[in-house]
């Protein structure tokens, strides 16, 4: 399936992270938006508005993040791909149905562009501190996909990848952009439609009465059902049956948490991606995302340039996390070092998939601005010795 050549702004632009990241779900096939202006991810959802009218779109601004994170799972049962945008605080609100997304395994996606935090923090200023949340933030099992780009071009790129893994995986999708990429400003190449591959929603195609909305399958990915098409079926946030009526007891509990967990987990080679630079042979290895493998470069090329060996790895998939990459790498380097616009939580992730192997260290920063890349420069020698 390929994008809609009426909708792509082919060429080269001039555009920020926010509009990119518009662009980008818009060539997806994103027809619905549902969301509430925070700052700093509000120009996605005015982008949205302004370009939604011109391609048989809808746009709502709903009264609060909770209001929006539903509208677009209802959207998405109706048969339309659909997103919203936040930051930290709507972030929080929106995770009861972040969950009840998951539960019932739709396909939508959910922009955050971090602010610095806790709390009403720093609206205006970055900060990379809702990672752990993005994982963790609702309540009960579960795993996720989170994606991190670190310009206005990945920005367009990720959120037509976002929705392609959400309708793969037939899950939300998050995309953990931060201020800094949402606001800069930077050239963004945007293909051709014929060029940009799309995933098409996987319908069942058994009849009315053969078919069930969660029904077992080899690949644990239960096909969708057509609302509109003749299928009776119920959806629940309840522990559910494979028609999606609500059983309640621990057998049924069990085989639907751990299919929603299996699901992303024995596919989790296949969602990952890294970007890897010099990794092989290296004492170090800086591992980061978003802005912050920026950041990096400067520092690295200081360390490079008095020999020692530093590898990088930008993880643009940070959820799942790359465990078996890291244990690896933990086998051969000397030291790993994460370097991340938070106290230290992804970090957390690569100290426990080293397993005492190697030394770990931690580049951390509460926000409002990036690292400092003397601070990494100094960590990286530190690490080499």
Request: with cysteine; aromatic share 6%.
């Amino acid at each position: 399936m390929k994008a809609d050549p009426n909708n792509v702004l082919t060429g080269a632009h001039y555009l920020d992270g926010n509009h990119a990241c518009a662009e980008g779900a818009i060539a997806a096939g994103c027809k619905f938006f549902a969301g509430y202006p925070i700052t700093p991810s509000t120009e996605i959802a005015e982008r949205v508005s302004r370009r939604f009218p011109l391609i048989g779109g809808v746009f709502i601004q709903m009264e609060d993040e909770l209001a929006s994170m539903n509208a677009i799972l209802g959207a998405s049962w109706g048969g339309v791909r659909s997103m919203s945008c936040t930051s930290g605080p709507g972030f929080s609100l929106m995770m009861e149905n972040f969950g009840l997304g998951l539960m019932l395994e739709t396909p939508c996606v959910l922009v955050n562009v971090q602010r610095g935090g806790p709390s009403t923090g720093l609206p205006t200023l970055p900060g990379q501190a809702d990672m752990m949340q993005a994982r963790w933030g609702s309540h009960g099992d579960y795993e996720v996909i989170a994606l991190a780009p670190d310009s206005p071009q990945e920005s367009f790129e990720l959120a037509v990848h976002a929705f392609n893994l959400s309708e793969t995986y037939r899950m939300p999708v998050l995309i953990m952009t931060d201020e800094c990429v949402g606001h800069m400003t930077e050239k963004v190449v945007i293909p051709p439609a014929e060029e940009i591959e799309l995933v098409e929603i996987r319908y069942s195609s058994k009849k009315p009465g053969e078919a069930w909305p969660f029904e077992a399958t080899e690949d644990l990915i239960s096909p969708m059902l057509e609302v509109g098409k003749g299928h009776k079926f119920h959806v629940t946030g309840l522990t559910h049956d494979e028609r999606g009526y609500p059983v309640i007891n621990a057998e049924a509990q069990a085989k639907n948490v751990n299919r929603l967990v299996d699901k992303v987990n024995k596919h989790a080679e296949e969602i990952i991606w890294l970007q890897e630079k010099d990794v092989e042979g290296a004492d170090v290895v800086v591992m980061s995302y978003g802005i912050s493998s920026r950041v990096v470069q400067p520092a690295i090329m200081k360390a490079t340039k008095e020999g020692i060996k530093v590898g990088q790895i930008k993880m643009v998939t940070v959820w799942p996390f790359p465990e078996k990459r890291v244990a690896e790498l933990a086998e051969k380097v000397k030291s790993l070092v994460m370097v991340e616009m938070n106290l230290g939580q992804v970090f957390l992730e690569m100290d426990r998939c080293a397993k005492g192997k190697c030394e770990t260290y931690l580049v951390g920063h509460a926000g409002g601005t990036v690292h400092n890349p003397e601070d990494i420069y100094n960590t990286i020698k530190e690490a080499a010795k």
